[in-house]
């Protein structure tokens, strides 16, 4: 009985992964809007059909203890549906004209990032997995300044520079985590120039992660945004991301900009990063037991999840 070589299915399956995105890019675009959003609904509903959700009800189990098998089941189908919705404005954004990106975002607390802006400074954010932000980076890279973040590498390589051309296409600077130069220093860059300096950082494995209380449970996030803050003095900014139903039918999103992080005025750098990661989980936990359905975290954060092994190792580090 012969056997495939794993190589050729692995180019199989990133032929037809690359495949399915430029056809995302290319077909979805060009659906009616209602149309497109009940076709993503559609595969929302079939990937919680057939276990995709596991994870996903996992970590919702965790935020919301309170809540029975059925509402969690619930709340997980809202939750996926949620997440493929980020994917159907993803391949819709290229198209938005200025003012259909200012019809679908609604902003709360961006006085303080505003006085910023207008200052000429720049400003950090801690994101979490919620929402769609790259609809929010495009927004704010053209309704408040110029928008510098980093993309995790995605494979196969062509999908990752598929993602990078479309968020360089809406106006966002992208630097690669990984495969480049390194991205703390050219964030340090950016921080001295007027703009907005957005880090998705709810979720870390690696030696930099600092370990929070999330939600009442350990979790590791990102150092980096507190990190890039406090070396730069630039305010920090948690944000979170929820969808809302638009007026006269689609959806929109709500951007927060929480109020910004107390530095703490003595302890040692460490001590002072961990201290205010530690202040946007507070931030961002909140919204995330508020709007839990927007929280699209389909990967193990919390302690208590990880893979024992690999921890140990990132500690000994």
Same mark, same amino acid.
């Given at each position: 009985m012969s056997t495939v070589p794993a190589g050729l299915v692995r180019r199989a399956t990133d032929t037809v992964t690359v495949a399915g995105f430029r056809i995302g890019w290319t077909v979805i675009r060009r659906m009616p809007? %209602?149309?497109a959003y009940a076709f993503f609904d559609r595969i929302a509903d079939l990937t919680?059909?057939?276990?995709?959700?596991?994870?996903?009800?996992?970590?919702?189990?965790?935020?919301?203890?309170?809540?029975d098998d059925a509402e969690l089941d619930a709340l997980v189908r809202e939750g996926m549906r949620a997440y493929m919705r980020y994917y159907c404005e993803a391949f819709r954004l290229p198209v938005l004209t200025p003012?259909? #990106?200012?019809?679908?975002?609604?902003?709360?607390?961006?006085?303080?990032?505003?006085?910023? !802006?207008?200052?000429?400074?720049? !400003?950090v954010c801690f994101l979490g997995h919620m929402g769609n932000w790259? !609809?929010?980076?495009?927004?704010?890279?053209?309704?408040?300044?110029?928008?510098?973040?980093?993309? @995790?590498?995605?494979?196969?390589? @062509?999908?990752?520079?598929?993602?990078?051309?479309f968020r360089t296409g809406l106006g966002m600077t992208i630097h690669p985590l990984t495969?480049?130069?390194?991205?703390?220093? !050219? #964030?340090?860059?950016?921080a001295r120039r007027r703009g907005l300096i957005p880090l998705l950082s709810?979720?870390?494995?690696?030696?930099?992660?600092?370990?929070?209380?999330?939600?009442?449970?350990?979790? %590791?996030?990102?150092?980096?945004?507190?990190?890039?803050?406090?070396?730069? %003095? %630039?305010?920090?900014?948690p944000v979170s991301i929820r969808h809302e139903?638009? @007026?006269?039918?689609?959806?929109? &999103?709500? &951007?927060?900009?929480?109020?910004?992080?107390?530095?703490?005025?003595?302890?040692?750098?460490? @001590?002072r990063v961990s201290a205010m990661t530690q202040a946007c989980a507070d931030a961002l936990g909140s919204a995330v037991r508020t709007h839990t359905a927007d929280w699209h975290m389909l990967q193990p954060v919390f302690t208590k999840d990880l893979d024992v092994e690999r921890l140990a190792r990132v500690g000994a580090r």
């Open positions: 809007e %209602r149309a919680v059909a057939r276990g995709g959700g596991a994870r996903l009800r996992a970590n919702y189990a965790t935020v919301r203890p309170e809540l003012d259909e #990106l200012a019809a679908r975002v609604r902003v709360e607390g961006d006085g303080p990032v505003r006085e910023v !802006l207008d200052a000429d400074g720049s !400003l790259d !609809l929010a980076g495009a927004w704010g890279a053209v309704h408040l300044g110029p928008v510098t973040t980093v993309a @995790e590498r995605l494979k196969p390589e @062509e999908v990752f520079e598929e993602f990078l051309a495969g480049g130069p390194a991205p703390f220093p !050219l #964030l340090r860059q950016a709810d979720r870390d494995l690696s030696r930099d992660g600092v370990e929070v209380e999330f939600c009442g449970e350990p979790a %590791r996030m990102a150092a980096g945004p507190a990190a890039l803050a406090l070396a730069e %003095r %630039r305010p920090l900014f139903q638009r @007026e006269g039918g689609g959806w929109g &999103i709500v &951007i927060t900009f929480h109020e910004p992080v107390v530095v703490p005025p003595s302890g040692t750098t460490r @001590e």
